[in-house]
């Protein structure tokens, strides 16, 4: 876009028209592109979500089972420990204890005791009592008898043990997993018997999961059903168990993808525990059956969207006739202000697009010289870079600026303008352009300036006059107290001590090897850290307490309403930023910056009360502990108590 202070400003809108109508077709190639890969992406995130939620229902289910079969191996460890016992008891008594004990455990249906004849000799349902079972209804186990070893066996068709041979009963709900402990006793072999209620398993999971693409199954380690949820339609189960199977050998915890084009999603964990493998599958091809309809309204939102498009359009355009509108306006409103003021325009960007004849002459430059140039040539170096950042904070938020600049012209010639800048804007809302506005205000601006000097040097005048009070009670060198204005501050606080008992503490403080640095560095080094170090110890000290110089290396601390306790504290923070870092001295001779570490000893005194005891004794005592700390080693704290 041409400078608007351009007069052959212009727009083009042939080319912007043909800019609209390319612009439409590549959005409406984007919508309907769009359309048919969310179509597909949607596929594949619904088999993303089914995997996902079988795999989570794989782990929600081994913590099912793993829970409900660790309670029956506490069940099955305690009948066996306590085997005797039942022996010793009639049915009846047995029956009650058996009951009581899986009286709150929801999977166990019953507990029975089976000799070696495979009768029924205790249970806790009494109809169980004698009854005798095939011979086949124990699984073959490896394990030593006597010990507390579970055995999973088969799923029978039967409600309980009392049912075993008779018509089978319909309904898996009714079915029970038999779980089977055997147990020495003497010389006789027994077995505990628990029948788990298949049921319970199976209503769990219809809450927990009655997606009709989803499956949940318990397998023996023989690849066997012990329970499933649903049977899935059109899918070789005795395949489906033996690829179970594979896996379960090849690690325990997993997932597949099993079936004609990969139909199935199978997540799998086995148990070594239990002798049990839980898989969760899923049925893509039922799962995208259940979501065809949803996916006829993308093709609705296509055609919603191209409406919109057209809309959006004719909004645009519209949009863009206003701004055609207003640039042409612009344009001759920057003529009209243009003959008055002293105009610059920039780029958002601050380089200089436009200036106008008045611009010129107050800047002494040609236009060519300027355009492209970034304002910051006429910089006098008189604000500092804040002035700047929040300059362009006001800009970039579309406000308007308001101030006044020190520029240096291209005769190196200070000149002052008062300056309004207006962020200008287009149709879309988006900043275009900088234009400032100027008024020349250097005249008055060197008229003020004479006023100020004639006010400071009065006020200098009275600076000097009440320094002249001041410099009596500083040290010149390091400009805290002198011994002058510390004798000034002893006597005040002797005065408040009469009126009140209160604590004082003296710090004596003298530098380490002091006469070393001047020796090493020069006397000129050593004023340097005396100055340094009596900037830092002003930090560690109260408004309400003196630090003083009152010898060449030596200062003195005087802590108004302070212990003992309090005034070590004190002592040992300025012992600690003293050490904290080397001063740091520019050698003219080397042309170096020397590090010179610095350690300081330290005396302190505490007197309970002045009323007693007087400021030269404190003092006496604060020095002689000042004199035990240099010669016990030097760069420590020693305080002593007025007796």
């Not at 009126?499 to 640095?517: N, Q, R």
């Not at 005194?605 to 502990?625: F, G, H, I, K, N």
């Amino acid at each position: 876009m041409e400078s608007m202070l351009s007069s052959d400003f212009h727009v083009k809108p042939k080319k912007f028209r043909l800019f609209f109508i390319a612009l439409l077709a590549l959005l409406l190639g984007v919508i309907w592109g769009g359309t048919f890969y969310a179509m597909r992406l949607v596929r594949q995130n619904l088999e993303s979500s089914m995997r996902s939620s079988i795999e989570t229902n794989t782990v929600v289910l081994e913590e099912h089972v793993s829970r409900a079969l660790d309670a029956v191996g506490a069940r099955m460890d305690a009948v066996v420990a306590l085997t005797p016992r039942y022996l010793e008891q009639t049915p009846t008594q047995a029956a009650a204890a058996l009951k009581q004990l899986i009286y709150d455990d929801r999977v166990i249906r019953s507990l029975s005791l089976v000799d070696a004849r495979l009768r029924v000799v205790a249970s806790s349902t009494m109809r169980n009592n004698g009854v005798a079972l095939p011979d086949d209804f124990l699984p073959e186990t490896k394990t030593r008898p006597g010990s507390a070893v579970i055995d999973f066996g088969r799923v029978f068709p039967y409600r309980d043990l009392y049912e075993v041979g008779q018509a089978p009963v319909a309904g898996a709900e009714n079915a029970f997993w038999m779980v089977s402990s055997p147990v020495r006793v003497g010389d006789a072999v027994y077995h505990w018997v628990a029948a788990l209620n298949v049921g319970l398993f199976l209503n769990l999971w219809d809450r927990s999961s009655n997606d009709p693409a989803t499956a949940i199954t318990l397998y023996d380690y023989a690849g066997q059903v012990i329970a499933t949820n649903r049977e899935q339609p059109k899918v070789d189960s005795s395949a489906l168990s033996a690829a179970i199977l594979e896996q379960v050998k090849q690690r325990l915890r997993g997932s597949f993808e099993f079936g004609q084009s990969n139909r199935l999603m199978v997540s799998y964990r086995g148990s070594g525990d239990h002798s049990v493998i839980m898989a969760v599958t899923g049925d893509t091809v039922i799962l995208a059956q259940q979501h065809a309809e949803s996916l006829d309204t993308y093709y609705w939102a296509a055609g919603g969207l191209t409406l919109l498009l057209m809309l959006i359009t004719f909004v645009l355009y519209r949009w863009y006739l206003r701004y055609e509108l207003s640039i042409s306006e612009l344009s001759n409103q920057a003529k009209a202000m243009g003959a008055h003021l002293i105009i610059s325009e920039s780029d958002p960007g601050g380089r200089i697009v436009g200036v106008n004849d008045a611009f010129l002459a107050v800047s002494g430059y040609t236009r060519e010289e300027l355009i492209g140039k970034n304002h910051r040539m006429f910089n006098s170096g008189m604000y500092a870079k804040s002035f700047y950042m929040e300059l362009w904070e006001t800009l970039s938020a579309g406000k308007i600026w308001k101030g006044t600049f020190r520029n240096i012209n291209k005769a190196r010639r200070y000149y002052w303008v008062q300056v309004t800048i207006v962020p200008f804007t287009d149709a879309w809302g988006k900043i275009s352009r900088y234009v400032a506005l100027y008024t020349d205000i250097t005249d008055a601006i060197v008229q003020s300036e004479k006023f100020l000097r004639e006010r400071r040097l009065r006020e200098e005048l009275t600076r000097i006059n009440r320094e002249l009070v001041s410099d009596s009670n500083t040290d010149a060198l390091t400009g805290i107290a002198n011994r002058r204005a510390f004798a000034s501050f002893s006597d005040q606080i002797i005065k408040n001590t009469h009126h009140s008992a209160y604590p004082v503490s003296a710090l004596m403080i003298d530098l380490d090897f002091f006469k070393t640095v001047n020796d090493s560095f020069g006397h000129e080094a050593g004023d340097v850290v005396l100055w340094e170090l009596a900037r830092r110890w002003s930090t560690a000290v109260r408004t309400s307490d003196m630090l003083a110089r009152v010898g060449g290396e030596e200062f003195c601390v005087l802590l108004h309403n302070s212990n003992s306790t309090q005034a070590v504290i004190v002592a040992e923070k300025i012992r600690a930023i003293t050490s904290s870092q080397p001063v740091y001295y520019d050698d003219p001779a080397t042309k170096r910056t020397v590090e010179i570490p610095i350690t300081v000893s330290i005396g302190v005194a505490t007197a309970e009360s002045l009323r007693e005891v007087v400021m030269d004794e404190l003092l006496r005592v604060a020095d002689a502990a000042l004199y035990e700390a240099k010669h016990a080693g030097r760069y420590r704290v020693v305080a002593r108590k007025l007796e």
